[in-house]
């Protein structure tokens, strides 16, 4: 069974470009999850989607921040214009189980970091 | 409303020694707890979780972590540690009704030879 997977690994950009990051979450998973680690800080939530519909989007930081998913299958996050304050580590999971997603967790791909200068 | 705290950003032990890392929460509700674990250059991947049921748990690669209510902790213990298991650590709950998991800081183990 493939895994979560994310792309691009690494991204650097410079201060007021466009950057999208794209998730592939494990397939039949309805439940996906985007997180973000600043440096050195915890892990936070970003948003939800159950299926292509948006469960909760409270970790949203502001309206830079554009996160689609079109068909409930892959999911990507837009931020437009980036900021230098948006440097950090963007993870994407996805479960069967929204609720601490089930036996296994949270699958959780191996992240994008993004760095904007 | 919930939250992790997770004490020590960096542990460092000895080959063979004891490995304790240490996590309280906070949650109005019954938690689910979890501990990941990112090793370098990859995601995060779960070792162990609590739900309901027997309060000690064990996890992959002989870590076990025990539930105290009355102490609202959720510690990660290992009785001998590896080379192998210098990585960070993140405690993580999720109370019923929320369908998100809060994490900790994490703790970044460093194993000594």
């Known amino acids: 069974e493939a895994g979560v997977t994310q792309f691009p690994s690494h991204s650097v950009i410079e201060k007021g470009q466009t950057v999208t990051l794209r998730c592939d979450p494990i397939?039949?998973?309805?439940?996906l999850y985007w997180y973000r680690r600043v440096m050195g800080k915890e892990i936070k939530f970003l948003l939800h989607?159950?299926?292509?519909?948006?469960?909760?989007e409270s970790g949203m930081p502001n309206n830079r921040f554009l996160a689609e998913r079109t068909g409930g299958t892959y999911s990507t996050l837009k931020v437009q214009p980036a900021e230098l304050e948006d440097s950090g580590v963007y993870f994407c999971a996805s479960s069967q189980d929204s609720l601490g997603g089930g036996p296994d967790g949270y699958t959780f791909g191996s992240g994008t970091r993004l760095t904007v200068v | 409303a919930q939250s992790v705290t997770q004490l020590g950003s960096h542990v460092s032990v000895s080959e063979g020694a004891l490995v304790l890392l240490r996590c309280n929460y906070s949650s109005s509700v019954p938690p689910y707890l979890f501990w990941y674990v990112q090793y370098p250059n990859q995601g995060l991947q779960l070792l162990l979780k609590?739900?309901?049921?027997?309060?000690l748990v064990k996890g992959i690669n002989g870590f076990e972590a025990e539930f105290k209510k009355s102490e609202t902790s959720f510690h990660l213990t290992k009785p001998s540690a590896h080379m192998s298991d210098a990585a960070e650590y993140f405690c993580a709950v999720n109370s019923g009704g929320y369908q998100k998991v809060t994490f900790g800081t994490g703790t970044k183990l460093q194993v000594i030879p």
């Open positions: 397939s039949g998973h309805d439940n």
């Open positions: 989607f159950v299926k292509e519909s948006k469960q909760d």
């Open positions: 609590y739900t309901t049921g027997a309060t």
